[in-house]
C-alpha cells in the first residue's frame, strides 16, 4: 500500500490483490513512475510485461472484472 503511484495513473489499491507496474531510472534509485492495476473488489494479477522500443508497456494478467488500462489506452 506503500507504493510511490504516479498522478494521473491508478494511485492506491482498489482491490482485494493488486497487480502494479513501475519504471526505474537505469541506475534504478529512482522511481520514473509507478501504478497499481486492480479491479474494484476482486483479484487482479500481473502475469507478463514487454516493453517495447519506444519504452511503452505491456501488461497481461487476469481479473475477475474488465482488465483496468488507463483512458486513451
Same mark, same amino acid.
Given at each position: 500500500s506503500d507504493l510511490p503511484a504516479s498522478s494521473g495513473y491508478q494511485t492506491q489499491l482498489a482491490g482485494t490483490q493488486d497487480a502494479?507496474?513501475?519504471?526505474?531510472?537505469?541506475?534504478? !534509485?529512482?522511481?520514473? @513512475?509507478?501504478?497499481y492495476l486492480g479491479a474494484r473488489r476482486?483479484?487482479?494479477?500481473?502475469l507478463g510485461i514487454a516493453v517495447d522500443g519506444a519504452g511503452g508497456a505491456?501488461?497481461?494478467?487476469? !481479473?475477475?472484472?474488465? @482488465?483496468?488500462?488507463t483512458p486513451g489506452a
Amino acid at each position: 500500500s506503500d507504493l510511490p503511484a504516479s498522478s494521473g495513473y491508478q494511485t492506491q489499491l482498489a482491490g482485494t490483490q493488486d497487480a502494479y507496474v513501475a519504471k526505474l531510472n537505469p541506475a534504478g !534509485t529512482s522511481v520514473i @513512475y509507478a501504478t497499481y492495476l486492480g479491479a474494484r473488489r476482486v483479484t487482479t494479477i500481473g502475469l507478463g510485461i514487454a516493453v517495447d522500443g519506444a519504452g511503452g508497456a505491456y501488461v497481461t494478467g487476469t !481479473t475477475a472484472r474488465g @482488465y483496468p488500462i488507463t483512458p486513451g489506452a
